[in-house]
C-alpha cells in the first residue's frame, strides 16, 4: 500500500540501515524518460526528497504542481501511466482535467459558427465485390497514354494474366470511391503497374499529386497488391520496387520483369510467362 513521503523514507532508513537510503542522483537516468514529471515534481512539496532519490516504481504518495499551480497527490506509477499511455509527451493534472470537462465551449460573439461538413458521399456504382479483388468499372479513366498502352500490351504479350481489368476494390475510400484506378492490372500476380511521367506542364504526379500517388499505393498494397511505377521525367522513386527510366526501352521493360519476379519469385511469374 502506498504512503505518506515521510514515513516511506523513515521506513527506508531503518531497512538500510543509513541516512540517506538512495543518494541523489541513484535514479536519474530512469526519470530521464519523463521530463513533464520531472518539471512536476518539486523536492520542497515531498520532505526535500529529490526525484532521482525516488524508485519509479515505488509505492510512495508524493505531491506534483501542475504548469497552472495546482497541487495534487500522486504514486510514480500512476503518474507514469496516467492518463492513457506516454507521459513523456503529456501532463496530467486531476484539477486541470475537471476544470476543462467542466468548461463550456461558448462561439465568440460577432463570429458564426462554423457549419458542420456533410457526410461524404461515396460513389455507388463501385460493384459489391470482396475488397481486393480487380474487376471492370465503369467510374474509371479512360487511358489517354500512348506510352502506357504500348507498355499494356507488351505485358499481355508477355504475360497469360486476365486483360481488361481497371480497377480494385478498396476497403477504405479513395477521394469519392471504395477503389482504385492503376494504369496497368496483372490480376493474377495482383500487381499495379503505373506509368508516371511530368506531362507536358511539368505538373503531373508532383506535389499533392504525388502525395495522392503514395496514398492511392498504400492503399492497394493494403489490400495484398504490390505497385510498380516507371518513373520518367527525372521523378524519384516512391516504392521500393519503381523503375525509374528515360524511355519506355527494351532494358526498361526488362527491368520490369524483373521487378516481377523480386516481388512474386521466378516460379510464379515463370508460370505467366508466355
Partial sequence: MAEPVQQWWARR????G???PYPVGTYRDAWAAYPVLVRQYHPDLNAGITLTQVPPAAEVLLQWQCDAGHIFVATPAEQRNRPVGERRRSSWCPECHRLAVQRPVRPVAGRPSRPSRPPRRLC???PDVRAGAAFVSECAPKPASAVEAELRAWLYEQLAVTQGMNAIRLKQPFFDHLEAWPDILLPELQVAIEYDSTGRHGLEHVGRREAADQRKDRLIRARGWEVIRVRTGKLAPLGPYDVQASTLSRGTRERILE???????????????R
Fill in 124 to 126: 455507388g456504382k463501385t
Fill in 13 to 16: 532508513q531503518f531497512t538500510h
Fill in 259 to 273: 521487378r516481377l519476379r523480386e516481388i512474386r519469385g521466378d516460379l510464379f511469374v515463370g508460370a505467366y510467362l
Fill in 18 to 20: 543509513v541516512d540517506v
